[in-house]
Structure formats: structure tokens, C-alpha cells
């Protein structure tokens, strides 16, 4: 049966028993079972029966502390899912126990010899670092990959060239691009063997059911599975047409599901049907803003709307966006103008057309600026940014902000007034980003230390000490309600 994909963000791959033994400085000796395993991580027990607490795939490290019943000891190992035993000889033993040679030898567990002088730790340690850079190395061939599929999406022919790109990144894999009736529409590759492809094509039903078979549940994006020693894998493409990609590979490696994926998105985006002239003319327009136009003398192709900016961080914290997430956010927001190139910041950027409600996305933290023709869109986009800032800081999943609509006490002043008065009152720190910003931070969030310090990643200290020095600098008494005020205008106009 078709089983559910593993994540989009390529996981770290396993470290083979074959490479951890080749490191001299261990000193460790396999003297049983096969010869070589995929090891995910290293676990240390000497209980009697580890079962309960063995998740699979571990290289189990034990003195035999408990061991009593060898053969039973390494079946359950094996039942548990274990990849290799590694046995430290001293102090309990002073040599692997024979009894359990041979029952790793009759249940193919590979069987690891740890010399004394070779502490647990040391051998875990090497394991982390060996899969550190396996790690650095698929996502260098990831971030390689995509380059390459980008690449190939800007080719005269497009498609064709991106599914043999993907065919070369996933080792000579063979790939199909399939119409809602089944029909194959482009491939590339070495096409495999009749039940491989027989597989395959049942694989894609799975993701692009026929209208007639009303599906007892929700249809998955992907699906995988194996038949004939290959392993295949079936995505749904975005864009309403029901096409569907389908590859089939001898091998499968931790990061092959996000390069898939990011083939999937740009074949999508290539197979979407060609936009109207509308939407043909903001295209040339946002092109030209890209190659430097001036935004007053694009804004008329752009139209009359409205634009709206969000920024968004993923809220479990990771450091970096992920192209696939951000595509898939700014699907659930409506736009296919979607920025997460900025990965110093781990911010990704969506830029909306009009003044729609936008709801908060699950995941995600979301900073949205209010509604502004296209010559605000630079103010917007310093906006959002301060918005998701604050949503950070509040922990809220969505903060909108109001400044942009020009309501309040702050519209009665002329705006070239405001900005000469706000650039003569805040003199002595605009030479510094990080003052302002810490003020205007601080301001925002009613003179909150902790929650300053969460919003711009700093310790708390250095808040307290950027903001004595701006009311050093500033001759103000930051104290004083009225001297806030004054001040939070001003930066408004900054």
C-alpha cells in the first residue's frame, strides 16, 4: 500500500556502519552479521530487555551489564528494529560473550566490537559528526538541484527540461509527467520495466483519483511506494488541470522528496494556463520594477489597486524559509508572488493584490501591512516587517498594521512638516539602525524589556542599554508619557 511522504525539508540521512568503522581512531571490529547497516542515531542501555525503548534503526551500545539469554536478548533487538549492536568489552566482559557472536551470526544483526580504551560517548560522538556532514552534503546537493531546475524552467522548453533535470538529481530515475486521463504528456529518462511502470500508474490514482470514484477520504498531495526493487513516487500538481508527476528510482535519498517537490511547484507554475492580458501587464511591470524602474512610472501598468505586503516566519523557529512552505503559503494566500529568498532573516514575503481579508495560516507567523497604491509599496513592505515583529513579541499568530491608513492625530500634520520635525527630533540616533529601531521596538510594545528583546532577537540587557543610550542621546526623559508621544511620532516619519 501507498505510503504517506516524509517531510518536505530534507532530514538528515543515515550514516552507514561501513563509514563509522573506518574511523581508525575508534578502534571498532564487526565480528558478526552483515556487513554493513544504515545507522539513525546511537542509544546506550544496558537494561535487560531494551524493547520498549528502541525507536529503530539505532546502533545499540551495551557492556552486558543485564545479559542473561543472549538469543533472546538480540531477537528482541531485532524485533525492535535495532540496525547494530555494539558491545563494549570491559568491565563486565572481557570478551564479546560467544553465545552472543552466534546470535547475532542467526538473526543478521551486525555485531560491533568496542575496545576498552573506546568510551560509548566517543563512539556517539563520531556517529553525530558523520551525520552532520551527510547532512551538509544533501543539502548541498539540494540547494544545487534547485538551482539547476530553475535553470531548466527557463529553457525554450521548459518541461522537458526540468523533468530531465530532476531525472539526473535523483540518480538516472525515470519521470513522467501525466495528463488527468493518465496520458503521458512528456517523460525523461530510462523507462522501467512493465511492472515497475504498471506501479507507477496505479501510484498516480492514488493522487488523481478518476471523478467517478468518490474517495472514502481526503486525496493526498504524494504518495509512495516500491514494486521491482524500484521506489516510486507520485505528486499532484497545483494549477486545477490534475496533471500529475510520477518518478520511479532505484534508489531513494533523504533529500529526493524536496527535489521533487520543487519540481512539482515549478512544473505547476509551467503548466498553468497562460494569464490574460490584465495580468500579462502587472507581470511586465513587476519585471521592471525588478530591473530598477522607477515604481511612479511603472504603477500605471500595475493598475489602480491596491497591494498588500505580508511577511511571515515559520513559527516553529526554524532559521531558515523553505522554499516549498513559502510556495505553499502564498497558495493559501492567493499570490504566486512569493519572496523566501532572504534566509539571514528567515523571512518569507508575499505581496497581495487589494485590500482582502487575510486569516491567519497554520505554522506561521504573519505580519501584514495595510493596503497601499503601488508607489508605498517600499513603506509597506517596513511595515509588515514591524508587524511580524510584534507578532513575534506578543505571540500572536497575525498582527495587522494600521499605520498606512493615515487616520488619527498624525494626519493633521502636513507630511513634509512631520517628516523635517521627525528628522531634526531623532538627529543624534538616525545615524545608528539599531537604535532607532530598537526605540521604535520598544516604543511599540509599551517600554516591555522581554518582549523587545524577543522581537529583535537580542538579550534583554542589550535593550535596556540601546535604550539608555537614545534618551542619553536624545536628552529625553523616556519616563515621561508626553516625551513617548512625541517620540513615537517622530519615528513614524523617519
Do not use: K
Not at 573506518?22 to 558478526?32: N, V
Not at 543472549?70 to 533487538?77: G, L
Not at 513516487?233 to 520511479?248: D, E, K, N
Not at 507554475?269 to 500579462?280: C, D, K, N
Amino acid at each position: 500500500m501507498p505510503d504517506t511522504p516524509p517531510p518536505p525539508s530534507p532530514p538528515t540521512p543515515p550514516v552507514s556502519l561501513a563509514a563509522l568503522l573506518a574511523r581508525e581512531e575508534l578502534g571498532l571490529r564487526r565480528i558478526a552479521g552483515p556487513e554493513d547497516a544504515d545507522l539513525h542515531w546511537v542509544h546506550t542501555s544496558e537494561m535487560a530487555d531494551p524493547y520498549p525503548y528502541l525507536l529503530g534503526g539505532e546502533l545499540l551500545l551495551t557492556a552486558g551489564v543485564l545479559l542473561t539469554d543472549p538469543d533472546r536478548y538480540v531477537s528482541r533487538v531485532v524485533e525492535a528494529g535495532a540496525a547494530a549492536l555494539g558491545f563494549g568489552v570491559t568491565p563486565v566482559y572481557d570478551t564479546v560473550p560467544p553465545a552472543l557472536v552466534a546470535a547475532c551470526e542467526r538473526h543478521g544483526l551486525p555485531l560491533v566490537e568496542v575496545e576498552p580504551a573506546t568510551t560509548f560517548s566517543g563512539v556517539a560522538r563520531a556517529v553525530w559528526r558523520l551525520m552532520a556532514e551527510a547532512r551538509h552534503r544533501e543539502l548541498r546537493r539540494v540547494t544545487q538541484a534547485q538551482q539547476g531546475l530553475a535553470t531548466a524552467a527557463a529553457r525554450p522548453d521548459p518541461v522537458p527540461a526540468v523533468l530531465r533535470q530532476l531525472t539526473a538529481w535523483l540518480g538516472g530515475a525515470w519521470a513522467v509527467l501525466l495528463s488527468a486521463e493518465g496520458a503521458p504528456l512528456a517523460t525523461a529518462g530510462r523507462p522501467p520495466s512493465p511492472e515497475t511502470h504498471a506501479a507507477l500508474t496505479r501510484l498516480t490514482r492514488v493522487v488523481n483519483p478518476p471523478p467517478d470514484e468518490a474517495p472514502a477520504r481526503a486525496v493526498p498531495a504524494s504518495a509512495t511506494d516500491t514494486a521491482g526493487g524500484s521506489h516510486l513516487a507520485a505528486y499532484a500538481l497545483a494549477g486545477g488541470q490534475r496533471l500529475v508527476l510520477g518518478v520511479a528510482s532505484e534508489r531513494r535519498e533523504a533529500g529526493d522528496h524536496t527535489i521533487a517537490g520543487v519540481a512539482v511547484v515549478l512544473l505547476s507554475l509551467l503548466t498553468t494556463p497562460h494569464q490574460g492580458a490584465a495580468e500579462s501587464a502587472r507581470a511586465a511591470a513587476l519585471v521592471r520594477l525588478l530591473l530598477g524602474a522607477d515604481t511612479g512610472a511603472v504603477a500605471p501598468l500595475l493598475g489602480a489597486d491596491e497591494w498588500t505586503v505580508v511577511h511571515a516566519r515559520p513559527a516553529t523557529g526554524a532559521t531558515g524559509p523553505d522554499p516549498l512552505a513559502a510556495a505553499a503559503l502564498g497558495a493559501a494566500l492567493g499570490s504566486a508572488l512569493v519572496d523566501a529568498a532572504d534566509e539571514e532573516e528567515g523571512v518569507v514575503r508575499v505581496l497581495l493584490s487589494g485590500a482582502g481579508e487575510i486569516e491567519a495560516q497554520p505554522g506561521w507567523i504573519l505580519g501584514v501591512s495595510a493596503a497601499v497604491p503601488a508607489h508605498d509599496l517600499p513603506a509597506a513592505d517596513v511595515r509588515a516587517a514591524r508587524a511580524v515583529r510584534r507578532a513575534e513579541a506578543t505571540r500572536s499568530t497575525l498582527v495587522r498594521d494600521r499605520a498606512g491608513s493615515g487616520a488619527g492625530f498624525a494626519s493633521l500634520v502636513a507630511p513634509e512638516e512631520a517628516r523635517a520635525q521627525a528628522r531634526a527630533r531623532l538627529a543624534p540616533i538616525a545615524a545608528s539602525p539599531a537604535l532607532t529601531e530598537t526605540l521604535r521596538t520598544w516604543l511599540s510594545l509599551h517600554g516591555s524589556w522581554d518582549r523587545t528583546a524577543v522581537a529583535l532577537d537580542v538579550h534583554r540587557n542589550t535593550v535596556r542599554q540601546r535604550i539608555a543610550r537614545c534618551a542619553a542621546l536624545l536628552e529625553a526623559d523616556l519616563d515621561d508619557a508626553d516625551v513617548r508621544m512625541d517620540l513615537w511620532f517622530a519615528l513614524r516619519w523617519l
